[in-house]
């Protein structure tokens, strides 16, 4: 099991994605111990900085060495040998202990900023935390062999710190990335290491010069409330037609939220603590992290098979259109248009990793005019249902959503300045 979380940092040149993998050692309680000692630390250093707080208008390498400063004894230099104003015994190599620096400097910012609100508003003021339980991140220095199939940590055995490898599996380095420290995060059944990856991107060109290149084309995506997620169109530079594709699903990923959410329902009037319910959010939870991963996946393959470099969406969010309401009003909680912002948030960083960058188009009349001569267009109705199909004045026909994804396709080319040859047909 290995799958990438949603914290992303970017910036031009490169990313970083953390994935999460599966880790496998025979010494699991050195593991805790260390860790142990590890939220010791972080609880000391918390207190010295709570104590202190003028350190933390510091830079944060100026105030890990006041740190060091005061509390440890200097192996070199003219204070060596000097016992410092706040020493307390610690067990730690140095790199445990800055790891341990850095988190309480992050905790105690976070505390006394609460405090700090909550006296301004006369609230009761937070207690101090009496101890802390955070995962062990490990600098360089405290690992070493990290190769993608193991890692070897250094632990404390219960006599003194050594090394022991553990096993990684199914974490495949990507190619000419860096490996940031990993967090080691101990469940009950496993563990996992939270592994940040940095990669480099090639291409950074701009989306205004790309439209520009020959043999541009765009890909739009159209998000649906039916069994398809997403219908995604290519249109070459000058607005033909290259491909489209339809991205399903979505029926498959109502019925099991749907399945779920029932038997949430009948939990809640079978009994009356609400722990009998924990096991089926967190699966609603997962299928939908799945199927978002899944989706903008499909589509990124897509983009790169047909050497795609820019991607368009109509943004609807924050956007009350009246294009919006029409698109909005069959949405429920667990529907399949509701994955739509996590599919786009997953969507903006797979893609970027590959070079190819998104672009947002106004919403209006995307879905309510033809994308051939512009009329409004209706949906037909079978028995009482509106269907997928649509049906324009000038007898232009099809599928409603893939005029959609035209229209939103041809908008991004019109965006950039983009001379489209209209081909009635
Ligand atoms: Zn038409």
């Known amino acids: 099991m290995s799958e990438e979380v949603t914290e992303k940092i970017w910036n031009k040149s490169h990313y970083?994605?953390?994935?999460?993998?599966?880790?496998?050692?025979?010494?699991?309680?050195?593991?805790?111990?260390?860790?142990?000692?590890?939220?010791?630390?972080?609880?000391?250093?918390?207190?010295?900085?709570?104590?202190r707080q003028e350190l933390l208008e510091l830079s944060s390498f100026n105030c890990l060495t006041e740190l060091e400063k005061l509390t440890v004894i200097?192996?070199?230099?003219?204070?060596?040998?000097?016992?410092?104003e706040l020493y307390f015994e610690q067990n730690a190599p140095v790199y445990l202990r800055r790891a341990a620096i850095h988190q309480a400097m992050g905790f105690a910012k976070t505390h006394t900023s609460t405090e700090e609100r909550a006296r301004e508003k006369s609230k009761k003021i937070p207690e101090v935390p009496k101890k802390f339980n955070t995962p062990t991140l490990f600098y360089k220095g405290m690992y070493k062999e990290f190769e993608g199939s193991s890692i070897t940590l250094k632990l404390f055995d219960g006599e003194s710190w050594n090394w022991f490898k553990a096993k990684l599996t199914n974490f495949k380095i990507p190619k000419d990335a860096e490996l940031l420290s990993p967090t080691i995060v101990m469940h009950k059944e496993y563990i996992l290491?939270?592994?940040?990856?940095?990669?480099?991107?090639?291409?950074?060109?701009?989306?205004?010069?790309?439209?520009?290149?020959?043999?541009?084309?765009?890909?739009?995506?159209?998000?649906t409330n039916t069994d398809k997620?997403?219908?995604?169109?290519?249109?070459?530079?000058?607005?033909?037609?290259?491909?489209?594709?339809?991205?399903?699903?979505?029926?498959?990923?109502?019925?099991?939220?749907?399945y779920l959410l029932r038997k949430i329902k009948k939990n809640n009037t079978k009994y009356k603590n609400y722990?009998?319910?924990?096991?089926?959010?967190?699966?609603?939870?997962?299928?939908?992290?799945?199927?978002?991963?899944?989706?903008?996946r499909e589509i990124t393959n897509f983009c790169?098979?047909?050497?795609?470099?820019?991607?368009?969406?109509?943004?609807y969010k924050n956007q009350s259109t009246i294009d919006w309401e029409y698109y909005n009003r069959t949405i429920g909680e667990?529907?399949?248009?509701?994955?739509?912002?996590?599919?786009?948030e997953y969507l903006?960083?797979?893609?970027?990793?590959?070079?190819?960058?998104?672009?947002?188009?106004?919403?209006?009349?995307?879905?309510?005019?033809?994308?051939?001569?512009?009329?409004?267009?209706?949906?037909?109705?079978k028995g009482r249902k509106e269907t997928v199909k649509y049906k324009c004045k000038n007898g232009h026909e099809g599928d409603y959503y893939f005029n959609g994804a035209m229209n939103v396709a041809i908008m991004c080319l019109k965006k950039f300045g983009k001379e489209i040859e209209r081909k009635e047909n």
């Open 16 to 51: 970083t994605t953390t994935y999460k993998v599966r880790l496998y050692i025979k010494q699991r309680e050195y593991l805790k111990l260390t860790n142990d000692i590890y939220n010791d630390l972080i609880k000391k250093y918390f207190d010295v900085l709570y104590e």
């Open 74 to 84: 200097p192996k070199t230099g003219p204070r060596k040998g000097e016992v410092p």
């Open 193 to 223: 290491a939270h592994i940040p990856v940095k990669e480099y991107i090639e291409d950074i060109t701009p989306i205004r010069y790309r439209m520009q290149e020959e043999d541009i084309k765009v890909c739009s995506v159209m998000f």
């Open 229 to 258: 997620f997403a219908v995604c169109v290519i249109l070459d530079g000058k607005g033909n037609f290259v491909k489209s594709k339809f991205i399903s699903g979505g029926k498959e990923y109502a019925e099991r939220t749907g």
């Open 275 to 296: 722990t009998a319910n924990t096991r089926p959010w967190k699966k609603i939870y997962e299928i939908k992290k799945y199927y978002a991963h899944k989706v903008s």
């Open 304 to 315: 790169i098979e047909n050497k795609v470099r820019v991607l368009a969406y109509a943004d």
């Open 334 to 344: 667990f529907s399949p248009l509701a994955l739509r912002e996590r599919t786009i």
């Open 348 to 381: 903006t960083y797979k893609t970027y990793k590959e070079g190819i960058l998104i672009t947002k188009v106004r919403p209006n009349y995307i879905l309510r005019k033809c994308y051939k001569c512009r009329e409004t267009i209706r949906r037909k109705i």
